[in-house]
């Protein structure tokens, strides 16, 4: 594979494209090499216009490609793996964010924090979301809003529990490094970022419960929507 340091500035034009950042958050989400037609089937995008965002993502050094030769006799597979890469600066904003953090000091600025982060939510959410007075499919309606936690630097995984109802692990938190000193307030706005984000889907979800760091830092919480059953749990898919 071939990788190269890319420039702040070109990384931001490949992901302000919609298709190559959800093409870029499958592949950092998999973890693994992914052919393209996983990408192509799993996205619900035609194979001809995933790649010539892939070698946009390529040129920037976002995504890596191999070429896998199978055990029989035929054409060589091209897979691709997304680059990790270190956000710039980010002892700079760190130092940032715990200034402004002393500030919001008590229960009234705890609470504006999280009607503020509410509002970021569900504006995540519109970005990727349909258009208005359109009613979506509940699997159409959960890949917005993974892609709007995704967005936000959270890691997503759903698990259906019943009609209705959704189970969904974060496993990693874009505020992790604020929490120990500031955990009241980095609970309240992961909290209404992720209220914000069922609110603004259509039709909208609701939070039945939210556990911050349940376990080694992952958070959990249930989403419903209207008349879903609160009793018996179906295994997890």
């Known amino acids: 594979?071939?990788?190269?340091?890319?420039?702040?500035?070109?990384?931001h034009k490949a992901l302000a494209d919609d298709t190559r950042f959800r093409l870029y958050r499958y592949l950092?989400?998999?973890?693994?090499?992914?052919?393209?037609r996983e990408?192509?089937?799993?996205?619900?995008?035609?194979?001809?216009?995933?790649?010539?965002?892939?070698?946009?993502?390529?040129?920037?050094?976002?995504?890596?490609?191999?070429?896998?030769?199978?055990?029989?006799?035929?054409?060589?597979?091209?897979?691709?793996?997304?680059?990790?890469?270190?956000?710039?600066?980010g002892s700079e904003y760190r130092l940032l964010a715990e200034i402004l953090a002393g500030l919001l000091s008590g229960p009234r600025a705890v609470e504006r924090a999280r009607e503020l982060?509410?509002?970021?939510?569900a504006y995540l959410v519109l970005q990727g979301g349909p258009k208005p007075g359109t009613r979506l499919p509940a699997r159409r309606n959960l890949a917005i809003l993974q892609e709007a936690m995704a967005r936000a630097g959270f890691e997503p995984r759903f698990h259906r529990r019943s009609q209705g109802t959704v189970e969904i692990v974060l496993r990693s938190c874009p505020f992790r490094d604020l929490a120990e000193g500031h955990r009241e307030l980095v609970c309240a706005v992961?909290?209404?970022?992720?209220?914000?984000?069922?609110?603004?889907?259509?039709?909208?979800?609701?939070l039945a419960s939210f556990e911050p760091l349940a376990e080694r830092g992952l958070c959990?919480?249930?989403?419903?929507?209207?008349?879903?059953r609160s009793g018996a749990q179906e295994p997890r898919a």
């Not at 982060?117 to 939510?121: D, I, L, N, S």
């Not at 959990?220 to 879903?228: I, K, P, S």
């Open 28 to 36: 950092r989400l998999s973890g693994r090499p992914v052919s393209v």
């Open 190 to 206: 992961h909290r209404g970022l992720i209220e914000g984000m069922l609110h603004g889907l259509k039709p909208p979800l609701s």
């Open 220 to 228: 959990r919480l249930l989403a419903r929507g209207r008349g879903a």
């Open 1 to 11: 594979m071939s990788v190269r340091e890319p420039a702040p500035i070109e990384v």
């Open 117 to 121: 982060a509410r509002e970021w939510g």
């Open 39 to 89: 990408l192509a089937a799993r996205l619900s995008l035609h194979p001809n216009t995933i790649r010539p965002h892939l070698r946009r993502l390529e040129e920037v050094g976002l995504v890596a490609s191999e070429i896998r030769r199978g055990a029989t006799v035929g054409r060589p597979q091209t897979l691709y793996v997304a680059v990790a890469r270190g956000e710039p600066g």
